[in-house]
């Protein structure tokens, strides 16, 4: 080896080892013994799945904005550059960590049912669903919240104002940006669907019906307009002004559902999060219509009861306790999860330590208990695979937990003419026939049938772990169906098998959802393992990706983040 060559490697070995502290090293959540490493920083983190957001949010919290301001700048930041799922026209949920007061808050900013809704819209003349309806067309969209939910977080808990947390979406929206690959290739996806939107077509394709090329500039005028409008008139200016009026014109034009009045009744609201404690853990998610935190904390109360990591990390031992424990959670989300403010959810049972086990008392540890044996459990009382998860933490303790969607990849397809607005299809995540599954496989009942002003089912988990008092782990993650099994293996890799948070999230996940009876796992498990699966009865199936997660650890004063490579493009980083 030549002596420069030499000189190169001991300079990389000198940064890296500046780069990361000392302290840090030491610390077994760095684990810097591991091929994956995760980013280290000590004042603010943010992790993202788009650049341009987590530069945008990390400026805010070096300028002295919290996590909260953090976090709405990259919401609006990312409806212009990671258009697939960030949005204005969708909704989601935020979970937040205040400091000062030691309380965690869940802002809902789910989508509603229009007005004009009915239980069977979406049911042809035979009484089956019409699923390109459902999915693709302009009834498939829900009364958009996102607008309304990041500012209401703003407005209560952050510290800047409207204005500079929209600036860098303005800025990135009228000057463009250049497209990356991944960009490139979903809009090549996308492309035979937005054809039927003129709108679309023109923003995200050239003159030819090209789409932008890895390194060509999109820039988004109508959407900077609609992005302005809410810097210098506020969020009222979405639901009763001049987007307001656009939306309702167009849905009238084209035969939508949704009306001036129906924008201006939208309102995103606070809820009291659903908690657990695990292996001494607090443990906070969303509350319904979503059914992520609910069903966490039920897979986690079952869990806790397995020496876990005696077992070792995805074996076949420990992925059976797995796939049997979702199974019950995914059986009992057909029958009891929905929209709070229509029906009770026995929301106590469900994530009592209690049923858990009676539960864990109905798995065979040495056979698969067939899904059509499992039905949900006798107790008392989804938003899409492009969906997106950011995290956040600031220097004063506070934190940030915050999954939004369109559902499909660009929702519906259709742009509001003249805002640059993508409209979600969120429609599809109600049971439009209780009973038959969604675009994701997921069975619904009545409590999630179609209703006016009716929030649909979501499955989206954004999660804040707690540890002596303090936020220790950050996660959330899109994924449809499979969001909450996500979430809930980055905990376990993190608390049951000392992961540091890089290794929790590039390890193999598997998904069980009770119904299709299938174990999906991803590619990478031992080969061993596979087989001694299949002969405790499952029917396991490899290949697709599960989540993509974005996720912070704070502790010993030190933040480790990292961002999922399962989708290129995303980053975290940290000060």
Do not use: C
Not at 4 to 32: C, F, R, W
Not at 299 to 318: A, R
Not at 347 to 360: D, F, G, P
């Amino acid at each position: 080896m030549t002596n420069i060559a030499l000189k190169t490697i001991y300079a990389l070995i000198t940064i890296i080892t500046l780069i990361v502290p000392a302290q840090a090293q030491d610390n077994p959540l760095y684990s810097g013994k591991s091929r994956f490493h995760p980013v280290v920083a000590k004042n603010g983190m943010v992790a993202s799945e788009n650049k341009y957001a987590t530069q945008a949010g990390l400026q805010v919290l070096k300028e002295g904005g919290n996590a909260v301001d953090a976090a709405v700048t990259i919401g609006f930041t990312m409806a212009v550059t990671f258009p697939r799922a960030g949005n204005l026209g969708g909704g989601g949920f935020m979970l937040v960590y205040l400091a000062d007061k030691n309380e965690v808050i869940s802002i809902d900013y789910r989508e509603k049912a229009p007005l004009q809704a009915t239980r069977d819209m979406f049911l042809d003349k035979e009484g089956n669903v019409d699923k390109e309806k459902s999915r693709h067309s302009i009834l498939s969209a829900g009364v958009p919240g996102t607008v309304a939910g990041l500012a209401l977080a703003l407005e209560r808990y952050g510290t800047i104002s409207l204005k500079r947390a929209l600036q860098p979406a303005i800025e990135l929206a009228q000057k463009g940006f250049p497209v990356d690959y991944e960009l490139s290739k979903s809009l090549s996806q996308a492309k035979s669907q937005m054809e039927r939107s003129p709108a679309s077509m023109k923003i995200f394709y050239k003159q030819n019906g090209e789409p932008y090329k890895n390194g060509e500039i999109l820039t988004q005028e109508n959407l900077a307009w609609s992005l302005k409008q809410i810097a210098q008139k506020g969020p009222q200016t979405f639901y009763n002004g001049d987007i307001a009026q656009k939306i309702a014109s167009f849905m009238k034009q084209d035969g939508g559902l949704i009306t001036s009045l129906d924008l201006k009744s939208y309102k995103a609201v606070t809820r009291k999060p659903v908690e657990g404690e695990y292996r001494g853990y607090k443990v906070y998610s969303m509350p319904p219509p979503s059914s992520g935190g609910v069903h966490l904390i039920q897979m986690l109360n079952v869990l806790e009861q397995f020496p876990l990591s005696s077992f070792g990390h995805n074996t076949s031992k420990t992925i059976h306790i797995f796939a049997e424990t979702m199974k019950h959670a995914y059986a009992d989300r057909s029958k009891y999860l929905g929209d709070p403010d229509f029906s009770p959810i026995p929301v106590s049972e469900l994530t009592s330590k209690q049923y858990a086990e009676l539960i864990k008392e109905q798995i065979d540890m040495e056979q698969a208990t067939p899904s059509n044996k499992i039905l949900p459990g006798d107790v008392i009382g989804d938003e899409g695979a492009n969906t997106t998860h950011f995290s956040v933490m600031d220097s004063e303790g506070n934190a940030v937990s915050n999954t939004y969607t369109l559902n499909f990849s660009y929702g519906s397809k259709i742009t509001v003419p003249g805002t640059g607005i993508l409209l979600n299809n969120e429609m599809d995540d109600f049971s439009a026939k209780p009973g038959n599954p969604n675009a994701y496989g997921l069975v619904g009942g009545k409590l999630n049938a179609i209703a006016p002003e009716k929030r649909m089912l979501s499955s989206m988990s954004p999660t804040i772990v707690m540890k002596d008092g303090n936020p220790f782990l950050i996660t959330g993650s899109p994924g449809g169906s499979r969001i909450i099994t996500t979430v809930l293996q980055i905990i376990l890799n993190v608390i049951d098998f000392n992961m540091n948070i890089s290794e929790a999230t590039n390890s193999v996940r598997v998904h069980h959802q009770w119904l299709p009876d299938v174990l999906n796992v991803e590619t990478g498990l031992n080969e061993d393992t596979i087989s001694l699966l299949r002969k405790m009865g499952y029917k396991v199936e490899i290949g697709r990706t599960i989540g993509v997660a974005e996720s912070i650890i704070k502790d010993e004063g030190f933040m480790y983040g990292a961002s999922d490579p399962r989708r290129p493009g995303g980053l975290t980083e940290g000060y």
